[in-house]
C-alpha cells in the first residue's frame, strides 16, 4: 500500500504502509486519534519521533505505544511527476 501526503508547502510524501521502520526513517505514525510525520529513532524501549521542523516538539512514546503506519519512500515538488 502506498500513501500519499500533500502538505501546504505544496509537497507531496510518499508513504509505504507498514508497520515496521529503521532508525532514521521519516514515518507516518500515530499516536492516538491523531497521525504524524516525523523522523524514528528506537531508543531501548521508547521511540522519539522527532519533527524536522524545529517549532514543533519530539514525541517521547513507550515503544508498545507508538503506531507506525508507514515509512516515506520519496517527496514530489508541485508540478513533479
Known sequence: M???CTFKLLLTVIIK???TA???DIVA???GETAT???FTKM???VILMPENPNY???MLRSEDARIIGVAVGVLK???R
Open 37 to 39: 510525520l516525523k523522523r
Open 29 to 31: 505514525a500515530a499516536e
Open 22 to 24: 529503521e532508525n532514521r
Open 57 to 59: 516538539e519530539p514525541i
Open 2 to 4: 502506498v500513501l500519499l
Open 78 to 80: 508541485r508540478g513533479e
Open 44 to 46: 531501548g524501549d521508547s
Open 17 to 19: 504502509g507498514q508497520n
